[in-house]
């Protein structure tokens, strides 16, 4: 396993385990699910992961208490990120919800404790008075914010008076946003992206295509699994396949080398089961070339999936099966 080059109070592994999976029925997975869960848990420690990220959202608190209660004793030797959902982000609020998160995950300080979006009305600044006061008793050790843009990033660190260590966004392959401004800005500040979605929901692994779409709400909403786009993804997973090839790995493994290419990106793939957990520690491992780079960015600007309001009326014809 590799570590993010910054000085944080426990190392951050540059594979982190998201979480959302857990206790979430609309991933699909089946109530046989939650012993995987742990298991992947457990395998994840072996592997020098450090970081684990869930949400009070997830499974509403089932994610939390599933990932504490596999983390075990290890709780402590780890950085355990969570995500406060900002309905009324006012300071007090944000404390008790952050007692809550803390109870259900069994720690007695939360390592990460990030803001999941920006509120529309809600500015920052009360969010961040409940934050500096959550640190300042020692029940939250870093904060950190999730899809922000940069402005309400650096916004977010000002009312603070602190840093706010992480944005977690969605970055992989064919989503490469981040790479404008909020990577750059990490590099700069010794902050870190932590990507979500990195293989882009399964996307980016090759496994699926157009007569063999993935299960569950989740993906079924994910305009990236319309046939078309899957059919439009083919020449893409073609490129990530040869890269594989030449490293003994899989397109999965080469997708996340890509993101974690920049050293102040972490990234956090879910898992379905162990050995996907066991890849995806491998992955961080994997250096790629400067002309394998090059090709894995041609083949992702080439690939134009149909997206946004063109995406709508092709996935409700996608769920009534015609
Ligand atoms: N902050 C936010 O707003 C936000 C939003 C979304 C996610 N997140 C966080 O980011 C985490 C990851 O994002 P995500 O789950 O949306 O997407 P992801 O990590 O890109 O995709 C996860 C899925 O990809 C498949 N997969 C994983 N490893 C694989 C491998 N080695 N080979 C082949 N397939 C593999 C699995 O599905 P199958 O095996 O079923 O194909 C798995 O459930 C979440 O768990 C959550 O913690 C945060």
């Known amino acids: 396993m590799r570590y993010v080059p910054l000085d944080t109070p426990k190392p951050i592994s540059k594979i982190g385990l998201g979480t959302w999976q857990f206790g979430s029925k609309e991933w699909g997975y089946g109530p046989e699910y939650e012993r995987r869960a742990a298991e992947i848990v457990r395998r994840a420690l072996d592997l020098g992961v450090t970081l684990f990220d869930t949400a009070e959202l997830y499974g509403f608190g089932r994610s939390e208490r599933i990932l504490g209660e596999a983390l075990g004793e290890d709780r402590a030797k780890v950085v355990v990120a969570t995500k406060i959902f900002p309905l009324l982000p006012v300071a007090p609020v944000v404390q008790q919800r952050a007692v809550a998160s803390a109870a259900r995950l069994g720690v007695d300080g939360i390592d990460l404790y990030q803001v999941h979006q920006a509120n529309p009305v809600v500015a920052d600044t009360t969010t961040m008075r409940g934050m500096r006061s959550l640190q300042d008793v020692g029940l939250v050790g870093e904060v950190g914010v999730s899809n922000y843009g940069l402005r309400r990033w650096r916004f977010a660190e000002a009312a603070l008076g602190r840093r706010v260590l992480s944005n977690q966004v969605r970055y992989s392959m ?31 692994s090759g496994r699926y295509d157009a007569t063999n779409p993935p299960a569950g709400a ?14 439009r993804g083919a020449a893409l997973i073609a490129t990530l396949r040869e890269v594989a090839d030449a490293h003994d790995a899989t397109p999965s493994q080469i997708a996340l080398a890509y993101v974690l290419r920049h050293p102040n990106v972490v990234a956090i793939p879910g898992a379905s089961g162990v050995e996907q ?24 600007h080439a690939f134009r ?11 409700v014809r996608a769920r009534l099966g015609r």
């Open 277 to 300: 957990m066991e890849r995806n520690a491998a992955a961080a491992e994997i250096d790629l070339a400067d002309d394998e780079y090059a090709a894995l960015v041609a083949a992702a």
């Open 218 to 231: 989740v993906r079924r909403a994910n305009p990236y699994f319309l046939p078309e786009n899957l059919e």
């Open 305 to 315: 999936p149909v997206t946004g309001l063109a995406a709508v009326p092709r996935m």
């Open 174 to 204: 064919i989503d490469r946003g981040p790479e404008e401004d909020l990577i750059p800005y990490a590099e700069q500040a010794g902050r870190i992206v932590i990507a979500y979605s990195p293989l882009a929901q399964g996307f980016l």
